[in-house]
T-cell receptor
Framework: AQSVTQPDIHITVSEGASLELRCNYSYGATPYLFWYVQSPGQGLQLLLKYFSGDTLVQGIKGFEAEFKRSQSSFNLRKPSVHWSDAAEYFCAVGLDYKLSFGAGTTVTVRA | DTAVSQTPKYLVTQMGNDKSIKCEQNLGHDTMYWYKQDSKKFLKIMFSYNNKELIINETVPNRFSPKSPDKAHLNLHINSLELGDSAVYFC?????????????FGPGTRLLVL
């Protein structure tokens, strides 16, 4: 079955430290890949997306993600987190007209 | 200006009641969506409309009925509410159908069924 897996349910990181969120997918072909962020009490906002081409994708708010076909992964990174990065992060895969989301990773930022 | 807005923001109701959630987008998009986020934050698409026509209808109970009076609005009506309907419902829109299109989400409607 096709699926999106985010192995880390919760990550705590110190302000100023680097952050990496993992995402793995299982699909027959290379799907469209997305990262969304959901701040507390808010809707989802697109951080970045990958369709083809350069496997390192730059997004908003200083985030980037790298697509690795051999590992079926699309991990999200930020070199230095800010307290405002505390949120829920969702990896998603696009197939047909639909987005299929992972279960999300909660990021807590400590001072 | 809010791009995708939903009303109400919170909805608390009794089992068996009928309720509606409204969604409006001012982005000029053709395509709108409803998603359900359960208590474990798992997000799943329910419906999608393109230019007032239903294009995605996932396995959702018949008690849920979307209605799109025009391209800018997609409402969700729920009959005979059940405890399991408690969730956050998100509306979203995109310029056209197609997974390469960026979807813009509303702030969500938090539904609690007692």
């Amino acid at each position: 079955a096709q699926s999106v897996t985010q192995p880390d349910i919760h990550i705590t990181v110190s302000e100023g430290a680097s952050l990496e969120l993992r995402c793995n997918y299982s699909y027959g072909a290379t799907p469209y890949l997305f990262w969304y962020v959901q701040s507390p009490g808010q809707g989802l906002q697109l951080l970045l997306k990958y369709f083809s081409g350069d496997t390192l994708v730059q997004g908003i708010k200083g985030f980037e993600a790298e697509f690795k076909r051999s590992q079926s992964s699309f991990n999200l990174r930020k070199p230095s987190v800010h307290w405002s990065d505390a949120a829920e992060y969702f990896c998603a895969v696009g197939l047909d007209y639909k987005l299929s989301f992972g279960a999300g990773t909660t990021v807590t930022v400590r001072a | 200006d809010t791009a995708v807005s939903q009303t109400p923001k919170y909805l608390v109701t009794q089992m068996g009641n009928d309720k509606s959630i409204k969604c409006e987008q001012n982005l000029g998009h053709d395509t709108m969506y409803w998603y359900k986020q359960d208590s474990k934050k798992f997000l799943k698409i329910m419906f999608s409309y393109n230019n007032k026509e239903l294009i995605i209808n996932e396995t959702v109970p018949n008690r849920f009925s979307p209605k799109s009076p025009d391209k800018a609005h997609l409402n969700l009506h729920i009959n005979s509410l059940e405890l399991g309907d408690s969730a956050v419902y998100f509306c979203a829109s995109s310029q056209v159908p197609g997974i390469q299109e960026t979807q813009y989400f509303g702030p969500g409607t938090r539904l609690l069924v007692l």
